[in-house]
């Protein structure tokens, strides 16, 4: 049997994997480092974890820059906006985080229940505001029995 050679990288013209890079100057304590390329960042070169935390701590962020990435990903522009696929429980927090919680019944009037509910109107669930009443607990349970839902 013939025994086979292997050929490493650097006998076909490459480097290495092991062996480092370039040289880099730390932003932070001015040591000088061997770094491979593919770690080499623009801007950004530093000696250690230690001085690339140091850099990080003294840039807080502004906060226009904190309003946008607030932002950036609410409504429609999220990844898991689903529109008017949303289901039951997608849709109340949708009309609790635009309206706030109910705090008067609009059936009865009270104020003074325990709890108020968003109770959807033609139990449909779209994102209309005119599809939501604010109950109280006991005439959504009317409301619901009167539509033959049961919850």
Not at 11 to 27: A, D, M, Q
Not at 90 to 107: D, N, Q, R, T
Request: charged share 30%.
């Amino acid at each position: 049997m013939e025994t086979l050679i292997r050929m490493g990288n650097a006998s076909r013209g490459r480097k290495p994997w092991n062996k480092k890079g370039e040289v880099i100057i730390c932003l932070i304590c001015g040591n000088k480092k061997e770094r491979k390329p593919s770690k080499i960042r623009n801007g950004a070169n530093y000696c250690s974890y230690k001085c690339s935390g140091a850099a990080r701590v003294n840039k807080p962020l502004s906060e226009s820059h904190k309003i946008k990435i607030r932002n950036a990903n609410l409504g429609e522009l999220g990844n898991n906006w689903q529109g008017n696929d949303v289901g039951y429980h997608g849709v109340h927090h949708w009309v609790k985080k635009h309206f706030g919680k109910p705090l008067k019944c609009e059936h009865c009037g009270t104020t003074t229940a325990r709890k108020f509910e968003w109770a959807n109107k033609d139990h449909k669930y779209k994102r209309i505001r005119a599809d939501f009443v604010r109950l109280c607990t006991t005439c959504h349970r009317k409301y619901d029995m009167q539509q033959k839902i049961i919850t």
